[in-house]
């Protein structure tokens, strides 16, 4: 199914899912959380891991979109707060990886536990999909 060729079947697709988009590229934060909020979903939008910790004391999403590349700040004091939140209550979040870069970033990936993983640029179904999966 191409979803978002075929929008008229896509509305409403992600009714009632929670998404939390962690990227310091504005466009690209902006772009996923406009098509995510026309396919029905609930989106909150971070800039920064330090902004997406914030958001999770008082949010807790479905799934997690997320670039892996920070500048000054590290993807893994976010994954180990949701590794805590798991182990406290036992609420797994899943993550979907975006980057830019495929140098070194393979890498660091191999550490990373994530449920999907998008090298940017990437096919808009395919993320949705990797979303509704």
Not at 10 to 15: F, Q, S
Not at 94 to 123: A, M, N, R
Request: proline residues 2%.
């Amino acid at each position: 199914m191409n979803l978002i060729n075929d929008f008229r079947l896509a509305v409403r697709l992600l009714k009632g899912v929670q998404v939390l988009v962690v990227d310091n590229e504005r466009d690209s934060r902006d772009l996923y959380a406009i098509l995510l909020k026309d396919l029905g979903a609930n989106v909150i939008t971070a800039g920064s891991v330090k902004k997406a910790l914030e958001i999770l004391s008082w949010f807790t999403p479905n799934v997690i979109v997320c670039e892996i590349r920070f500048l000054g700040e590290s993807i893994y004091t976010l994954l180990n707060t949701l590794n805590a939140m798991k182990a406290d209550n036992g609420n797994h979040i899943p993550i979907i990886v975006t980057s830019t870069s495929t140098t070194g970033t393979h890498d660091q990936i191999l550490d990373v536990e994530f449920e999907g993983y998008l090298l940017k640029p990437f096919h808009l179904d395919k993320f949705v999909s990797m979303i509704v999966n």
